[in-house]
Each structure stands twice: as structure tokens, then as C-alpha cells.
């Protein structure tokens, strides 16, 4: 219902190049900040490619005022964005933590337990950090694989490592579809039939993994 879902939001950026942490006191209205997701988008000063990954921030909250901001550093600052939704009520359920993505891929992901949820009621979504460079490194999916069991995923097994939050969401009046697809290197477009919803009242989230330097 409507007054189960409150959100605050604003724009913060770190103070210089080197700074990896900030912490933003987004004053009162949240009540519970465990039932919280963070939402986030970020850009950067530096016009090159060579940073990129340092505007991939990981954000969640660490009380009911205080949002962590955290990102690898050291060539440009990053500007973010970011909304943290609190669902209210009993029957959400948020279940959120951090997550080291090295080695896992498509075929052979990484895994993290979960208490178990009912799939179709139920929807992940996940910010991160990236301490290395490229499209094989920073590009980095989750997936709800099984009632229990998230997968995560990227195209690189050997380089750098990804910090991933996630966030799993439960309600029983959620209606939750969920697929995978595959877009060649010349495909702008990639279609996916599902079953019809109503589309004032629903959202999509992807994830995807990419290869190639990206520079």
C-alpha cells in the first residue's frame, strides 16, 4: 500500500581523489534500517576511461541516519546519487548483506545462503565496488538461482575483486518474473516476452556482465 514504502533521497559527492569512504547523515524518517535498500547512481569528473571503476559505489545503511558510501579511489571523485527506500510493515521482509564476487561466472558462480523465500514473491537488487579497471572486472550480476541461493557472476576470474550489497525483498502481494538473456557483441536490442502486468504498477532491474577492457 501506499504508506508502506517511504524514501529519502539526495546528492552527495567523496571530497577528492583519494577518498574511498563518506559517510551522509540523511536526518529522521526511517524507522528500521534493516528493512532498508539502497538505490544509487554515480558519475565521475574524470572524462577518461581509466577510472571508471571508481564510480561503482556500494551503499546501505548503518543506523537509521547514517549512509555508508563506499568506493575504490585514487584518479577521480564520484557524485552520487542515491534514494534508500524503507519497506514498512510486516509482511516485508529485507534480507541484505556484502558479498565478495572473484572467481564466479555464468557457468560456475559464486553462492550466498539466504533464509528462504518464496521466488515468485521475492526480488534482488545490488550495488557495488570495484577495486580494478575494465568491463570484465566491474560488470557484475546477481540472480535469485533457487528459494535460498544467490548466485553472483562476472566475465573475469582472476583480476580484482568486486564488493558486492545485496538486497533480498519479500512481500506476498509482490508478482515477480525473472529470466536471463544473451546479447552478442552486435546486438543493440534484445527482447523478452513475459507474461502481461500492469505497467504503472511494475519495474524491471537487470543485471549484466560484459567483456572487453572498455577502454
Given at each position: 500500500s501506499g504508506d508502506e514504502i517511504y524514501v529519502k533521497s539526495g546528492s552527495s559527492s567523496f571530497a577528492g581523489i583519494t577518498d574511498t569512504d563518506l559517510d551522509i547523515n540523511i536526518g529522521a524518517g526511517i524507522s528500521d534500517y534493516t528493512k532498508t535498500a539502497v538505490f544509487l547512481t554515480a558519475s565521475s569528473n574524470n572524462g577518461g576511461v581509466a577510472g571508471y571503476n571508481e564510480s561503482h559505489v556500494?551503499?546501505?545503511?548503518?543506523?537509521?541516519t547514517n549512509l555508508a558510501l563506499r568506493r575504490s579511489a585514487g584518479s577521480s571523485?564520484?557524485?552520487v546519487d542515491w534514494f534508500v527506500v524503507e519497506f514498512k510493515g510486516s509482511g516485508w521482509s529485507v534480507q541484505q548483506g556484502d558479498f565478495s564476487l572473484t572467481t564466479g561466472t555464468q557457468a560456475l558462480p559464486q553462492t550466498q545462503a539466504i533464509s528462504s523465500v518464496t521466488m515468485a514473491e521475492t526480488f534482488v537488487f545490488m550495488n557495488w565496488e570495484a577495486d580494478t579497471n575494465g568491463l570484465d572486472q566491474t560488470s557484475a550480476k546477481v540472480e535469485l538461482t533457487n528459494s535460498t541461493t544467490l548466485s553472483f557472476s562476472r566475465q573475469d576470474t582472476t583480476n580484482g575483486n568486486v564488493t558486492c550489497r545485496y538486497f533480498v525483498i519479500s512481500h506476498g502481494s509482490l508478482n515477480v518474473q525473472?529470466?536471463?538473456?544473451?546479447?552478442?557483441?552486435?546486438?543493440?536490442?534484445e527482447n523478452q516476452t513475459i507474461t502481461a502486468v500492469n505497467t504503472a504498477a511494475a519495474f524491471p532491474i537487470s543485471f549484466n556482465d560484459c567483456n572487453g577492457t572498455g577502454t
Open positions: 556500494r551503499g546501505y545503511m548503518t543506523s537509521n571523485t564520484a557524485t525473472r529470466g536471463n538473456d544473451y546479447a552478442a557483441g552486435t546486438d543493440s536490442t
